[in-house]
């Protein structure tokens, strides 16, 4: 199944996530299809907290991808 998920990156204890268009079976930080936009949980000052593609979000759920709980609240935003 294809799944909409969080993909961490960043540095210890500085969390940073790229959104991700994956198959489930795949590891959390492996392969992906198409990355969708970021997370920056811990963005101070300027910078963007949440950035996300909605026109390709919306184009992989008309495909049948479930998003995970997480980025389900995301995309909501």
Request: glycine share 16%; proline share 5%; hydrophobic share 20%.
């Given at each position: 199944m294809v799944t909409i998920r969080l993909a961490r990156?960043?540095?210890k204890k500085r969390p940073y996530y790229h959104i991700v268009v994956t198959d489930s079976?795949?590891?959390r930080d492996?392969?992906?299809i198409e990355r969708l936009g970021f997370f920056?949980?811990?963005a101070c000052g300027q910078a963007?907290?949440?950035s996300v593609n909605a026109?390709?979000?919306?184009?992989w759920l008309s495909k049948g991808a479930q998003p995970s709980d997480r980025v389900a609240k995301l995309i909501k935003q």
């Open positions: 990156g960043g540095a079976r795949n590891r492996g392969r992906y920056n949980p811990v963007d907290t949440l026109e390709r979000v919306q184009y």
